[in-house]
C-alpha cells in the first residue's frame, strides 16, 4: 500500500531575490513499512520535501497525496508524527508531560493517556526520566524524548527530519540502532532526512538521492542489506556498494561542486 | 571562603555610606547660607564648625534634611503615631497602596488583554500599537488632574479614579512586554503545535502563554513601581481620601521639607516593597514551571 505518493511535484519560493526553486518534478512513492531517507547536500530540498509531507509547506505545482488523502487532510486527521532538528521540547514540562502534549490537544482519555506514555517512554528507552525537564537531559535523551512524542499518538507515518544531526557521532550511532529496532518493533513508515551517507545506508530500506539548484531527486537506491542489522555491517562490502552508489547519485547531481 | 568584601550585603551597605556621606555634605551647603542670614538677623557671631554643622543639620525647615532628620520624622509618623491619626504615613501609605493594588491588578489585566489581541489580530497589530505608545508620550504630570477630574465628573468615586492613573501608566509595560512574551515560541515550537493540527487557542494556552511568564514578571515589575507612580500624581488632583501625594502636596504648601522626604522615603520603601513581592511571585511561579535554577 502506497502512503505517500508526489507526482511531478514543484514548489518554488518566492523571495526578495528572486524565485528559489526548492522543489522540482519530484516523483516518489513511499510504501508501507519502509524506511525510506532522503540525503543530499543543503539546499536540495530534502527538508522541504518533508514538511511539504507534513502540510508546513505548500506545493506549487503536481500532486502530493497521504494514505490518499491532501497533505491538510492528513494533517488534520492527525496521520504522521514529526521529529525535528531540535529536540523542540518546552521547557517549562516534564519529559511526561512534553510526551503527553499531543495526547492532551487530541484529547485522550487519562487512563490511555498514561498507557501510551509509560508504552513510548519504555520505546525509546527513557522510563525513569519521566519526572525529569529538559534542561535535566543530556542531548541525546532529549531527541529521544520528542521521539517518544512524535509516536505517542500512533500515527502510522514517522517523518524525521535529521533528527540526530546535532548529535556526536557515538550517540548518534547509538539512536540509529535504537531506531532501527523501534521501527521494526512499531512496524511504522519512516521518511527520514539526512545528510550522513554511512546514517541513510545504514537506516534505509530505500534511499532518495536529491541534488540542488533545482532541488530534484538523481537516484533512487533499493536497499539490498538485510532487515537484521548490527552496526558492523557497515563494514561489509555490500553496505558500501551502496554507499559508493549514493556518492555517485551526489556526484551526478554536482552536488559535490563549489558553489559561490 | 568567600572576603566579606565581595558578599552582596556589602557591596549594598557600602553604597550607603557613601550616599549618607555625600547627603550630610549636601546638607551643609545648601542649608548654609540661610542659617548665616539667621545668624545675621539675631545679630549672634558665627559659631565654631562643631556647632554650625549641628545648627546646619538640626534647621527646621531646612532646604535639604539631614538623614537622622528625616529617619526621626519617618519614625514618629509611623511607628510613634497612632494609625487613626491623619499624621500617621502608614495611614496615608495605605491608601495609596490600596489605589496602586487597584490599578495594577486592572492595569496588568487590560495590558494582557490588548496583548493577547494585537499578537492574534494583524489589524490589530498595526492600529493599536502607535496608540498604545502615544499614550505614553503625554507627560502624566499634564494629563492625570484631567482624566481625574473627568472620571469623578463620570460619576465614579473612593479609590477608582486614582486607580485608573495608575492603570494607565502599568498597562504599557505589560503590553509591550507580553507582545514580545507570545511571540517567543520559536517557529519549530510553532509548526510542532500545527503538526497536532492545535487551534489558536490551543497554540495560545499550551505554548503562548506558558511561554510568556518570564516576559509577564518583568513587565509587571517595571508596571507596579509606575502604578505606585501613577497613584501619587493622582492623589495631587484627587486629595479627597488622603494618600502619600496629598501629604506630599500640604508639606509642599507649608514648606515642610523633613516631611516632604519622610513621604519620600517612605513611597520609595513601598515601591520596593512591591517590587520584591511580584519578585517572590516570579520565583516561586518559576521554579513550579521546572526553570534551570541559576
Known amino acids: 500500500m502506497t502512503v505517500v505518493s508526489a507526482k511531478t511535484l514543484g514548489l518554488t519560493f518566492h523571495t526578495n531575490d528572486g524565485d528559489v526553486v526548492a522543489l522540482s518534478d519530484v516523483s516518489l512513492d513511499i510504501e508501507k ?24 509547506e505548500q506545493p506549487t505545482s503536481g500532486t502530493l497525496t497521504i494514505n490518499g488523502m491532501t497533505p491538510s487532510e492528513a494533517r488534520q486527521k492527525r496521520a504522521y508524527g514529526y521529529v525535528f532538528q531540535a529536540p523542540a521540547l518546552f521547557p517549562w514540562r516534564t519529559i511526561e508531560k512534553n510526551v503527553a502534549l499531543p495526547l492532551e490537544i487530541m484529547g485522550y482519555p487519562d487512563a490511555d493517556k498514561r498507557a501510551r506514555i509509560a508504552r513510548t517512554m519504555e520505546l525509546v528507552n527513557l522510563t525513569g526520566f519521566e519526572r525529569k525537564y529538559p534542561w535535566q537531559l543530556s542531548g541525546g535523551m532529549q531527541q529521544r524524548a520528542s521521539i517518544a512524542r512524535a509516536l505517542s499518538f500512533d500515527a502510522d507515518l514517522l517523518l524525521m527530519d535529521e533528527p540526530f544531526g546535532a548529535l556526536d557521532e557515538i550517540v548518534r550511532d547509538h539512536l540509529n540502532s535504537e531506531l532501527l529496532k523501534l521501527w521494526a518493533r512499531t512496524q511504522k513508515t519512516i521518511a527520514f532526512v539526512t545528510h550522513s551517507i554511512p546514517e541513510a545506508v545504514y537506516l534505509s530500506t530505500k534511499i532518495i538521492v536529491m541534488s540542488p539548484r533545482p532541488g530534484r531527486v538523481t537516484d533512487i537506491i533499493t536497499s539490498t542489506l538485510p532487515s537484521e542489522r548490527p552496526l558492523d555491517i557497515r563494514e561489509s562490502p ?5 554507499a559508493r552508489r549514493v556518492r555517485e547519485g551526489l556526484r551526478a547531481g554536482h552536488s559535490y561542486e563549489e558553489t559561490a | 571562603m568567600r572576603a566579606i568584601w565581595h558578599s552582596r550585603s556589602f557591596a549594598v551597605a557600602a553604597v550607603v555610606v557613601v550616599l549618607v556621606v555625600v547627603w550630610y555634605i549636601g546638607g551643609l551647603l545648601l542649608n548654609l547660607q540661610p542659617q548665616l542670614d539667621t545668624y545675621h538677623r539675631n545679630g549672634t557671631m558665627v559659631p565654631a564648625l562643631p556647632q554650625l554643622a549641628a545648627d546646619l543639620w538640626s534647621q527646621a525647615k531646612p532646604i535639604l534634611p ?48 490588548l496583548a493577547i489581541f494585537i499578537v492574534h489580530n494583524e489589524a490589530a497589530n498595526r492600529s493599536l500599537m502607535p496608540w498604545i505608545i502615544a499614550s505614553q508620550t503625554i507627560p502624566i504630570l499634564a494629563i492625570a488632574p484631567m482624566l481625574v477630574v473627568g472620571f469623578s465628573a463620570a460619576g465614579l468615586s473612593g479609590v477608582l479614579p486614582k486607580a485608573l492613573i495608575s492603570t494607565y501608566l502599568c498597562f504599557f509595560p505589560v503590553v509591550v512586554g507580553m507582545v514580545k512574551g507570545f511571540r517567543s515560541p ?23 502563554w506558558p511561554a510568556s511568564a518570564p516576559f509577564l514578571f518583568t513587565s509587571m515589575k517595571v508596571g507596579v513601581a509606575i502604578a505606585l507612580i501613577g497613584a501619587l500624581v493622582a492623589e495631587l488632583t484627587y486629595t479627597q481620601n488622603g494618600g502619600l501625594g496629598v501629604r506630599l502636596l500640604t508639606s ?3 514648606g515642610q521639607t523633613v516631611t516632604i522626604w519622610a513621604v519620600l522615603i517612605i513611597a520609595a520603601a513601598v515601591a520596593a516593597a512591591l517590587v520584591v513581592a511580584v519578585g517572590l511571585v516570579e520565583r516561586i511561579t518559576l521554579r513550579a514551571m521546572g526553570a534551570q535554577p541559576a
Open chain 1, 238 to 242: 555490500e553496505f558500501l556498494e551502496i
Open chain 2, 66 to 113: 539631614a538623614p537622622h532628620q528625616v529617619l526621626a520624622e519617618v519614625w514618629n509618623t509611623t511607628v510613634r503615631q497612632d494609625l487613626s491619626s491623619k499624621r500617621s504615613l502608614l495611614l496615608q501609605a495605605g491608601v495609596t497602596l490600596a489605589s496602586t493594588a487597584l490599578g495594577f491588578f486592572i492595569g496588568t489585566l487590560l495590558g494582557l488583554l
Open chain 2, 252 to 254: 509642599s504648601y507649608n
Open chain 2, 186 to 208: 520559536d517557529q519549530m515550537q510553532l509548526d510542532l503545535m500545527r503538526t497536532y493540527n492545535a487551534s489558536r487557542w490551543t497554540v495560545f494556552w499550551k505554548l503562548r
Open chain 1, 33 to 56: 513499512g519502509e524506511f525510506v531517507s532522503f540525503i543530499g547536500p543543503s539546499g536540495c530540498g530534502k527538508t522541504t520535501f518533508l514538511r511539504t509531507i507534513a502540510d508546513l
